[in-house]
């Protein structure tokens, strides 16, 4: 990994010329993948491909799956289809892929997550699956993901500010670099959108003769006695509620089954789809530590909750799910948060300001380019909010414990997937 990242002097540089190089070398892997699904957008990417993978394994498929970014080991990128489930790519496996790919791009530039999706697509082609589940990585029009001429369909997460240095810094934009996965002829599937990214998704759809199915149009999901209910033009299903806490968790289930509700390929019936809205997991997403090496440095009785948010949307919906804990238990509430050094730490943390007084800002370990926690401090102190400043997520869970609370408190672990990355390892609970 480190010999493959020194292929390009910057991590991130959207442009496809590299990527269509290297897969003509590769003889055209992604001409020889199972049909694929394609999934867009800012915040809920990785949920919906969570719940569209436990649905479609528990309908019997085979199920390959490229998500990004890794919160602990690379492996957990690739995800290989298996009847009964799929399983992470082996070490020897992978490390083959990626010297397969090194030595067909002959030492030319080329940016580590590019040559990372090439070996997704040469690795998947080498394995029969039914379908293959795709995440963008950054924006959608430039990635190195949208190289795929007729996928399945398009799918299109919640669009909201992040990643403005790439993406352009209004909404329309962002949403303009979205939809750009949308391709002509093919179904897009969307989340409901702000007015003036859905828009944008609407033109797009338009010009390239895209049936659209859009939340809140063509389809709905409700939170009714605690159970997600759907409902489109072909009728209604009540479910268990997810597994994976919140409330914007029903909007991304409900995503998922919109999206296979729309193609006419699966055959899905109710008992599937319960089951899959109720066993996906995906971790770092209002995820509850109950134990590991970190917890034990907690104080005695309290409740520990680790989320990857990182902008301004992701904020407010785990803010939400806090509220929604709140309601059922009333505990005092610790933030602890670091930051990488592009991100709005004002926007993010102005969702906690009703919340909680009490925020530790952190270090994120081994990421140069992370916020130092002064100025993250600094974001919170002018929000009104009391702040400290730790060296780590670990000291600041035993300065916690040095405190006297009446009631064990509510601690909250957040601001960045390479921080809960971290969180994982250390704690002993990293992903599976």
């Known amino acids: 990994m480190a010999r493959l990242s020194a292929l390009h002097l910057r991590r991130i540089d959207l442009n496809l010329d590299r990527m269509h190089r290297l897969l003509q070398r590769l003889e055209h892997p992604e001409r020889k993948l199972p049909p694929v699904i394609h999934v867009a957008g800012t915040n809920g990417k990785g949920s919906t491909i969570a719940y569209l993978r436990a649905v479609l394994e528990a309908a019997g498929l085979r199920v390959h799956a490229y998500t990004s970014p890794y919160l602990v080991r690379i492996n957990e990128c690739f995800r290989l289809g298996r009847r009964g489930g799929g399983v992470l790519v082996g070490d020897d ?30 690795l998947f082609a080498q394995h029969p699956a039914d379908v293959v589940l795709l995440e963008v990585g950054l924006g959608g029009r430039l990635d190195a993901t949208n190289v795929i001429d007729t996928p399945l369909a398009s799918v299109i997460a919640p669009v909201s500010m992040d990643h403005t240095e790439f993406l352009g810094d209004t909404l329309r934009t962002i949403a303009g670099e979205k939809a750009a996965i949308i391709k002509r002829n093919v179904p897009a599937i969307c989340a409901e959108q702000p007015p003036e990214a859905m828009a944008v998704i609407e033109q797009q759809a338009k010009r390239m003769h895209a049936s659209l199915h859009a939340a809140g149009q063509d389809w ?82 309290c409740e520990i909750w680790l989320d990857g948010g990182h ?66 401090a600094d974001a919170a102190r002018a929000l009104g909010m009391r702040v400290e400043t730790c060296a780590g997520v670990g000291a600041a869970l035993r300065s916690l414990a040095r405190l006297a609370y009446e009631t064990p408190p509510r601690i909250l672990i957040t601001g960045s997937l390479y921080l809960a990355g971290h969180v994982l390892a250390a704690n002993g609970t990293p992903p599976g």
């Open 93 to 122: 496996e992978l490390r083959g892929a990626l010297e397969h790919c090194e030595r067909a791009n002959a030492g030319a530039p080329i940016t580590i997550f590019e040559i990372e999706t090439a070996a997704a697509f040469w």
């Open 311 to 376: 902008n301004a949307e992701g904020g407010r919906v785990v803010a939400a799910a806090l509220g929604d804990l709140e309601e059922r238990v009333s505990r005092p509430l610790v933030v602890i948060v670091g930051m990488m050094g592009n991100k709005d730490a004002g926007a993010f943390l102005a969702n906690f300001a009703g919340l909680t007084r009490h925020i530790i800002a952190v270090q994120i370990p081994d990421r140069g380019n992370a916020m130092p926690p002064d100025r993250l």
């Open 220 to 301: 709905h999901v409700n939170v009714e006695r605690g159970r997600l209910v759907y409902q489109d033009d072909r009728g209604l299903m009540d479910l268990a509620a997810p597994r994976l806490f919140g409330r914007h968790q029903f909007d991304n289930a409900g995503l998922a089954i919109a999206t296979l509700r729309a193609l006419e390929v699966f055959r899905i019936d109710a008992a599937a789809f319960e089951a899959g809205i109720v066993n996906a997991e995906w971790p770092a997403r209002m995820q509850r530590l109950a134990s590991g090496a970190l917890v034990d440095q907690a104080p005695p009785g």
